[in-house]
């Protein structure tokens, strides 16, 4: 698989805002940022309702945007089950939109993605959004902040893809011996 040219969707999971962005791979550590957006939902509306707008969001950006690869964020316990569900809910539907396009699905923790962008696995939101538009070279910071956020999953992505490859790659090999 060749790395450069590489076009990842990065989506930070939610079921009120849902970040997107599509960016792409250039040489070395070079990323191109073609679109980031939100897609939001009503609280008062029906989960099935929720969940079907989210998924025809991500899925009218996969086809228009064509991703190689889907990197999103893995949920975590963050001590409230609902909300813990209905983004569990979110991801599904997302996951299920890659599937039906046979596009790979990556997933990374919250601190996986700090470490990648800042070097701190405890980055704060400020020092996240600062380090990402600084990375992609943009005029001003994204808002809100889960757009910033699918950014950063989406570069987090770009940059661990090389290594993800290798160890497919030797994993094949040694299967074959």
Same mark, same amino acid.
């Given at each position: !698989?060749?790395?450069?040219?590489?076009?990842?969707?990065?989506?930070?999971?939610?079921?009120?805002?849902?970040?997107?962005?599509?960016?792409?791979?250039?040489?070395?550590?070079?990323?191109?940022?073609?679109?980031?957006?939100?897609?939001?939902?009503?609280?008062?509306?029906?989960?099935?309702?929720?969940?079907?707008?989210?998924?025809?969001?991500?899925?009218?950006? !996969?086809?228009?945007?064509?991703?190689?690869?889907?990197?999103?964020?893995?949920?975590?316990?963050?001590?409230?089950?609902?909300?813990?569900?209905?983004?569990?809910?979110?991801?599904?539907?997302?996951?299920?939109?890659?599937?039906?396009?046979?596009?790979?699905?990556?997933?990374?923790?919250?601190?996986?993605?700090?470490?990648?962008?800042?070097?701190?696995?405890?980055?704060?939101?400020?020092?996240?959004?600062?380090?990402?538009?600084?990375?992609?070279?943009?005029?001003?910071?994204?808002?809100?902040?889960?757009?910033?956020?699918?950014?950063?999953?989406?570069?987090?992505?770009?940059?661990?893809?090389?290594?993800?490859?290798?160890?497919?790659?030797?994993?094949?090999?040694?299967?074959?011996?």
């Amino acid at each position: !698989m060749n790395l450069e040219g590489l076009r990842v969707m990065g989506i930070d999971p939610g079921l009120t805002r849902c970040g997107l962005s599509v960016v792409q791979a250039g040489r070395g550590r070079q990323i191109i940022p073609v679109a980031v957006g939100v897609v939001r939902t009503p609280s008062t509306a029906e989960l099935s309702e929720r969940l079907l707008r989210i998924s025809r969001a991500v899925g009218e950006w !996969m086809d228009d945007y064509k991703p190689d690869v889907v990197a999103m964020e893995r949920i975590f316990e963050r001590g409230n089950v609902s909300t813990v569900m209905h983004t569990a809910h979110a991801v599904g539907v997302m996951v299920l939109a890659a599937a039906e396009r046979d596009i790979p699905v990556h997933m990374y923790t919250p601190s996986e993605v700090k470490k990648a962008i800042s070097g701190n696995g405890r980055a704060d939101k400020k020092q996240m959004t600062a380090m990402i538009t600084r990375i992609l070279g943009l005029s001003e910071a994204p808002k809100p902040a889960d757009a910033a956020d699918a950014l950063a999953i989406a570069v987090c992505h770009c940059w661990r893809a090389p290594l993800i490859a290798r160890t497919n790659q030797l994993t094949a090999k040694a299967a074959a011996q």
